[in-house]
């Protein structure tokens, strides 16, 4: 059995490096060069049948996907240590969804046969890999749940909450959420009209919970943005 990885706390919880052995995780970042990604670069293309997935080692990456009517939506953010892709791998169907850069970033790509080989090695791995799936597989059940159950200024609330705690950085203001979002796309993430996110962000701002600026979020008020969200120390 290997060690736990004690490095992992450079690696965001719930990120792929985050969950694997200290051997593990050499050996995958090892598989293959680090390659550089600029703002608005495409590491993954939607309907490609491409097999290889992306091990992300630092930056933010935005995952959307094409609507039926044509517009795009964005189904999450990825971070530094999380691995992208690899439902294709599995299951030999074209991609889903694209993976773009939102910042500066670093990753690697990892073919098919690479990840197999890798897997059959470290079986830990393979149960990391399962245990990353289902999480975000609850995940998406759990937006579904909130789609439904919670007002679109609840959802709003709880997505920049969400954000934050993930992927935020102290500043002297508070929790500044690490990369560009704009209205339209915190509106597809949370499931919400536009006019309706720009409205909650107005009302988040005037009451101090938040600070905004181009494209930009800073949460000032987590305890307050958590009961606007209706959290109840479940995240």
């Not at 971070?79 to 993976?99: C, F, H, I, K, Q």
């Not at 920049?160 to 915190?186: C, D, H, N, S």
């Not at 962000?201 to 938040?210: A, M, Y």
Request: with cysteine; charged share 20%; glycine share 8%.
């Amino acid at each position: 059995m290997g060690l736990a990885n004690t490095d992992a706390v450079k690696w965001p919880p719930g990120t792929y490096l985050h969950r694997l052995t200290i051997q593990a995780c050499d050996d995958l970042q090892a598989i293959a060069p680090r390659r550089r990604a600029e703002p608005g670069d495409i590491l993954i293309h939607q309907g490609a049948l491409d097999r290889y997935v992306v091990l992300l080692q630092g930056g933010v990456f935005k995952v959307t996907a094409l609507t039926s009517d044509g517009s795009e939506s964005l189904l999450a953010i990825r971070v530094g240590g999380d691995l992208v892709g690899e439902m294709s791998a599995l299951n030999d169907l074209p991609r889903s969804a694209t993976v773009a850069a939102c910042t500066e970033s670093v990753y690697s790509v990892i073919h098919r046969r690479q990840l197999q080989t890798f897997l059959e090695r470290q079986p830990s791995a393979a149960l990391a890999l399962a245990g990353m799936v289902a999480d975000r597989l609850r995940w998406a059940n759990q937006f579904r749940v909130e789609f439904t159950a919670y007002s679109a200024k609840v959802r709003v609330a709880r997505v920049l909450v969400k954000m934050a705690l993930a992927y935020g950085r102290w500043t002297p203001t508070g929790i500044e959420i690490g990369f560009e979002l704009t209205q339209l796309e915190l509106a597809s993430l949370c499931g919400a009209a536009q006019v309706t996110v720009q409205k909650a962000l107005r009302d988040f701002r005037r009451d101090g919970l938040i600070v905004t600026g181009y494209r930009s979020v800073t949460v000032a008020d987590l305890a307050a943005l958590r009961d606007a969200a209706e959290l109840r120390g479940d995240m």
